[in-house]
């Protein structure tokens, strides 16, 4: 038996240990420290309370956990079991156990048990080598990671800033192994193609000009995401192309909320019957924008198909939005701070990977798409090769059963 220990049922996750279970080659049972986003749940940075509407239970084995009070994914402390992780690993007869990362209790406790009960541990996490810690952490990181990497037999590298990152640590090239981060391409692909043919529609809905040039930006709205980005570079594509003026699309919300529609002419606002009506057709310095709000799983294609182009402008572990996008059939300019850089976008289209926090080049990548020099069939066609197949088939290999 594998186990699967993870901090709660996510969207991008779920459809793995689907295929998992379809694939049926490995048991395994999935363990989550906490329910958050099955039932509805506040996050905090997107100072929403929601879940998600795609079932998250379904397809495949699972258990709760006995859970610290107050626990929630984001708390180091909180997110831990509260019940002898050895004896359920030595009841279930596991033969692995797989963890998420490591930026919970529960992984640790999880890895410590294990060692205890004799069985390997498993890694996949999402951290990269492209944010080093600042120099007087650097020590202290190094230490309590190489406490915790020493005890890891498999690590399961999502990509290829990933993989640098063990390797900078001192893990054997034996020990890695290929696990591409993705998400369910033939649901979102189908789900775009269902509504292509409303694009006008979804398009006038935000009142988004039907020959503007729609720049979406998808996510959190909070410092290290880096949102106003966009709306800078925004002021500076009429330097590098003729195309017709941008239209942002914000999907999502956060603690910058206020001051991104303040630094625009806001047409629509799902949050505010009424939106600025201050708009001044030639001004460049306050883009018409539209803020959507938060679109949940089995809504957001409708960005995907609205817009021309998503940007991801801040610091990513991954990006998984990048994935979606691609899968949807919409070419993506996005950060060098991105772990999904090195191998979503630069290996077909580097003129759309740019410098975190360099405007100027943040206007030119997008320019480069209104002008429509991006590649986007390449684009797709090689984002489709990250799916679930590889780590399944990875998982099968080097299962100890």
């Known amino acids: 038996m594998l186990i699967i220990l993870t901090t709660h049922p996510i969207q991008y996750q779920v459809p793995l240990w689907q295929a998992l279970a379809r694939d049926g080659r490995v048991p395994f049972e999935v363990w989550y420290l906490t329910d958050h986003g099955v039932q509805v ?121 990933n993989r640098r990152l063990y390797e900078k640590f001192g893990v054997s090239s034996s020990k890695l192994h290929s696990a591409p981060y993705a998400v369910d391409n033939e649901r979102l692909s189908r789900q775009a193609e269902r509504i292509r043919l409303r694009r006008a529609e979804l398009r006038k809905q935000w009142k988004i000009a039907e020959d503007s040039f729609c720049i979406l930006y998808c996510g959190k709205f909070i410092p290290v995401k880096r949102p106003l980005d966009v709306i800078a570079a925004t002021r500076q594509m009429k330097k590098y192309t003729q195309a017709t003026k941008p239209h942002l699309l914000f999907v999502g919300s956060g603690e910058l909320g206020d001051q991104l529609r303040s630094e625009c002419s806001v047409v629509f606002d799902a949050e505010n019957a009424s939106p600025s009506q201050s708009v001044v057709a030639d001004d460049w310095q306050r883009p018409l924008a539209s803020f959507a709000g938060f679109l949940n799983q089995t ?93 399944v088939q990875t998982i099968a290999d080097i299962y100890p059963g």
């Open 299 to 391: 809504e957001i294609s409708q960005a995907y198909v609205a817009a021309d182009c998503l940007v991801l402008p801040g610091r990513e572990t991954w990006g998984l939005v990048v994935n979606e996008a691609l899968a949807s059939g919409l070419p993506c300019v996005v950060s060098d701070a991105c772990g999904c850089a090195d191998d979503l976008i630069r290996p077909v289209a580097p003129q759309l990977c740019f410098r975190i926090g360099d405007d100027a080049q943040l206007a030119k990548a997008l320019a480069a798409v209104a002008e429509r020099e991006s590649v986007m069939t390449d684009l797709r066609q090689f984002s489709q090769t990250h799916n679930f197949t590889q780590t």
């Open 41 to 161: 749940s506040l996050d905090n940075e997107f100072g929403k309370a929601f879940s998600w509407d795609l079932d998250t239970l379904e397809g495949y084995p699972y258990r709760f956990l006995k859970m610290a009070t107050g626990a929630t994914p984001v708390s180091f402390w909180r997110c831990r079991a509260v019940e002898p992780l050895t004896d359920l690993l030595r009841a279930s007869e596991a033969a692995a156990l797989w963890v998420q990362g490591w930026q919970v209790a529960g992984y640790w406790q999880g890895v410590w048990a294990a060692k205890q009960v004799g069985i390997e541990v498993w890694l996949r996490g999402e951290s990269n080598d492209l944010a080093p810690p600042p120099f007087w952490r650097q020590s202290l990181k190094r230490l309590l990671l190489g406490q915790f990497f020493q005890r890891v037999d498999r690590f399961l590298c999502i990509g290829q800033a």
